[in-house]
């Protein structure tokens, strides 16, 4: 009997347990929440976005930038001068669509065209248009798109890091799972010890048959080794978490043993459930992937009215007065239509409008389509809040009878061992009541992650989780 207790205890001390954690450091999901919006590389792939938006309004406002534009020419052949030439001038566009302008020029030589003025003049002069292009034009829209654009990255950024915490939340409960399945593993392993440790003793005594250690040895086996893979779990559940963190210097993080969650379980009741209605309607009023139809649709209405502009004629009228001299406002300068101007009418229409019919169609049809499309992602919004809402009563319902099986299985176990120690029962007995406990428990835990899962994927169906 000696021998073979001698080579039982060899056996155990040959047997591997999970590497023993000196300090730990606790890691709460607000942190892991936090680092991501902070230092996550698609979460700064998401704030560039916004910049990228920020910048298409600068490109966009260039169409209004003055500029200026000076010319300068001279021909002379066989000791003639045809001409000798030069030209200042600043260009204004405006956000209303008149155009204004301002220059000096000077012409001179023998040989210039005859409806250009010779000597030097100033002049100063508008161009507005009448039909076409009134209400807007290609650039008053462009400009007021990329002010939509940047509003719209706005909500694409929310949308990228609604996505993205949901991502980094289920990794971090499912490394929490893992943690709290070895430490149950570990607490079974310890029991079995002390279970081992007093069976030997009895069989020692000569109270107990010698089988029931290599029943109670084998029994402790099997928990290291789940204890083992738990373990295992555990640390390959951190490197899935590890993705997503990094430090601020853009250097990937890798989570160590000795970080640890937070407890899984702190209670169901203490936690409120949103409420479903004030739920669905926050979902339908500001989740970002409707926020982004409703841009796209903003942006269609701007092209509907500029596609409208193209069935008017353009007309353009084109005013400049000329000052004899680079004194531009002399007091000789009004009225304007009496002395020294000169002015352009000019009108053209497409006689079928084909262009301009076709187009404002096809922007109309582009707008049926996105409102249905609006339709539909509102109908898929909503339903996945009521599917995720009700997922999450559902677990709870279901963890609070969990709870109890396990507390009854437990109960059992318990008076199972008194009768044990009392020499009523039986090691096999044990065995199979401690595995009903500990099948009970597990289930209860897998109920706690999915249900902190399903908590978060409710705030993600609403849109808020990024938020």
Not at 23 to 32: G, P
Not at 440 to 453: D, N, S
Request: proline share 4%.
């Amino acid at each position: 009997m000696k021998r073979s207790l001698s080579f039982i205890g060899f056996i155990l001390m040959m047997t591997g347990t999970a590497p023993a954690q000196d300090s730990q450091t606790t890691l709460s999901w607000q942190q892991v929440l936090n680092e991501v919006k902070k230092n996550h590389p698609v979460a700064l792939q998401a704030g560039i976005l916004v910049d990228k938006a920020r910048a298409d309004i600068t490109i966009a406002q260039s169409a209004f930038d003055p500029f200026f534009n000076t010319n300068r020419g001279e021909k002379t052949f066989n000791h003639l001068e045809y001409y000798n030439y030069q030209k200042n001038e600043l260009y204004i566009p405006t956000l209303p669509g008149v155009d204004m302008y301002a220059g000096l020029e000077n012409l001179n030589g023998q040989r210039t065209n005859p409806g250009d003025t010779r000597g030097k003049t100033g002049f100063v002069g508008v161009s507005i248009p009448l039909a076409q292009n009134v209400l807007t034009d290609k650039r008053r829209a462009a400009l007021r798109t990329a002010y939509l654009m940047r509003e719209a990255s706005e909500s694409e950024k929310a949308l990228i890091y609604n996505n993205l915490i949901l991502d980094a939340m289920k990794a971090y409960w499912t490394w929490a799972l893992e943690y709290s399945l070895y430490k149950t593993y570990d607490q079974v392993v310890q029991v079995n010890l002390q279970r081992f440790d007093f069976i030997k003793k009895t069989v020692l005594l000569g109270d107990r048959p010698a089988i029931d250690t290599i029943e109670a040895l084998t029994q402790l086996q099997s928990f290291i080794a789940l204890r083992e893979n738990a373990w295992l779990r555990f640390r390959n559940a951190g490197l899935e978490l590890s993705v997503f963190l990094w430090d601020e210097n853009q250097n990937p993080v890798t989570l160590s043993p000795t970080h640890i969650p937070l407890p899984l379980w702190s209670g169901v009741t203490d936690e409120i459930i949103p409420d479903l209605q004030d739920l669905l309607s926050r979902a339908l009023a500001a989740h970002p992937e409707l926020r982004l139809v409703d841009y796209k649709l903003k942006a269609l209405d701007i092209e509907r009215k500029l596609m409208l502009q193209q069935l008017l004629p353009d007309i353009r009228f084109n005013y400049q007065h000329i000052t004899e001299g680079y004194r531009i406002f002399n007091k000789n300068a009004f009225p304007l239509f009496e002395n020294n101007f000169r002015y352009q009418l000019r009108f053209a229409v497409p006689l079928r409008l084909s262009y301009g019919r076709g187009e404002y169609r096809k922007t109309k049809l582009k707008i049926s389509e996105t409102r249905l499309e609006q339709s539909l992602k509102r109908l898929k919004i909503e339903n996945t809040v009521r599917k995720y809402y009700n997922e999450v009563i559902t677990l709870r319902e279901l963890i609070t009878l969990q709870q109890k099986i396990y507390e009854n299985f437990l109960a059992m176990l318990r008076a199972e061992e008194t009768r044990f120690r009392l020499g009523d029962s039986s090691l096999f007995l044990i065995n199979a009541r401690e595995s009903k406990v500990l099948e009970a428990l597990l289930k209860l835990q897998e109920l706690q992650a999915k249900y902190k899962i399903a908590l978060n994927e409710l705030t993600w169906a609403a849109g808020l989780l990024g938020n």
